[in-house]
């Protein structure tokens, strides 16, 4: 959360990969896009009852982390819940870290290493992503 003058404005929220590749180490069934728009709608409704406004980034990349994790039925749920989350109005988006030539991968130089976390400089891309302005009142 942003506070400012000790008035809560604002929650940021970047939503990971867990849902999406857990499942599948876990021999569960994978999460379907329906069920995590409904969750991220419910986070929504909530911040936006409380008065405050709600910034969010998309779900990161992780095709990189191995076919364990990054899962054909996962990359597909993520894209299908990204285009929601671009497309609704339920959220202010920030994705900055893809690699644009291959949009399920973190961009090589903001890579970990592991396929699906960020470096130092992939969460500075992640922060200078977010609008200062939309963090006004």
């Known amino acids: 959360m942003i506070w400012t ?12 990969i867990n849902d999406l590749g857990l499942p599948a180490m876990l ?7 329906d069920a995590l728009v409904e969750g991220f709608r419910e986070l929504a ?11 969010a980034a998309t779900i990161g990349p992780f095709a990189g982390a191995g076919p364990e994790i990054s899962t054909p039925a996962g990359l597909a749920t993520r894209r299908e819940v990204n285009d929601w989350i671009r497309t609704t109005d339920a959220f202010d988006v920030a994705s900055a870290v893809a690699d644009p ?16 976390h960020l470096n ?3 969460a500075e891309a992640m922060a200078d992503a977010v609008n200062l302005d939309d963090l006004a009142l």
């Open 120 to 122: 130092d400089r992939g």
């Open 5 to 16: 003058a000790g008035f809560r404005t604002h929650v940021l929220v970047h939503f990971g």
């Open 27 to 33: 021999g569960e069934p994978p999460v379907t896009a």
């Open 45 to 55: 409704d909530r911040v936006h009852g409380a008065g405050l406004r709600i910034v």
């Open 101 to 116: 030539h291959a949009p399920d991968h973190i961009h090589p130089a903001l890579d970990s290493g592991d396929g699906m």
